[in-house]
């Protein structure tokens, strides 16, 4: 079985400053972990993605993740926000043969002047 | 090259009446995924196509829906006497091969109302 658990539904920054999304997950096997994001009326893009290589992963648009087997958790950052970073945010996980993704419930990434 | 295609963009049906849903996976992908995503329940999975093997049927929440999947291609997601509750976006992905670590690329989506 695998879960994903994103800490925060909603996230307030401003322009410039840091942005954190929080996401713990569950996984019976090794496991592969996406960001993937979402703008109002758009599809799903994928930022970045795990695979058991490099534990920091660096995405598109300055983002990146950090893996950490210990604390089953791969947390999104950007050292500084901008206004079209504003969206939803989704924690993925894809484990074993199936390789049919589990998401977390999301996290609206808002960015004000 | 083209990205994966949905249509229609935006469907509104009856309750009760029968709707299909249709998916043109990225040329050459052999995996071919369904998805929901609705209010109350978020994302979820319901379905997955590899090359010539069964389906992976455990995600549809009821047997009035169904799917199939022609020439290894097309898609085609179909809902049978529509309820209020099938009212959601349905996403539409593809990967090269289906492994574990590939990247899915999704459609933008049909949106349901069911009245």
């Known amino acids: 079985a695998q879960s994903v658990t994103q800490l925060d539904s909603h996230v307030s920054v401003s322009e410039g400053t840091p942005v954190l999304l929080r996401c713990n997950y569950s996984?019976?096997?090794?496991?592969?972990l996406f960001w993937y994001v979402q703008h109002p009326n758009k599809g799903l893009q994928l930022l970045l993605k795990?695979?058991?290589?490099?534990?920091l992963v660096k995405g598109i648009n300055g983002f990146e993740a950090e893996f950490k087997k210990s604390e089953t958790s791969f947390h999104l950052t950007k050292p500084s926000a901008h206004m079209s970073d504003a969206a939803e945010y989704f924690c993925?996980?894809?484990?074993?043969?199936?390789?049919?993704?589990?998401f977390g419930t999301g996290t609206r990434l808002q960015v004000t002047l | 090259g083209a990205g994966v295609s949905q249509s229609p963009s935006n469907k509104v049906t009856e309750k009760g009446k029968d709707v299909e849903l249709r998916c043109d996976p990225i040329?050459?992908?052999?995996?071919l995924y369904w998805y929901r995503q609705s209010l109350g329940q978020g994302l979820e999975f319901l379905i997955y196509?590899?090359?010539?093997?069964?389906?992976?049927k455990s995600g549809l929440p009821s047997d009035r829906f169904s799917a199939e999947r022609t020439g290894g291609s097309v898609s085609t997601l179909t809902i049978q006497r529509t309820q209020q509750e099938d009212s959601a976006v349905y996403l539409c992905?593809?990967?090269?091969?289906?492994?574990?670590?590939?990247?899915?690329?999704f459609g933008p989506g049909t949106r349901l109302l069911v009245l």
């Open positions: 993925v996980v894809s484990t074993g043969t199936a390789s049919k993704l589990t």
């Open positions: 040329s050459g992908h052999t995996a």
């Open positions: 992905a593809s990967s090269l091969e289906g492994a574990q670590e590939e990247t899915q690329y």
């Open positions: 996984s019976s096997y090794s496991p592969s």
């Open positions: 196509f590899q090359g010539n093997s069964a389906p992976d």
């Open positions: 795990y695979t058991s290589a490099a534990t």
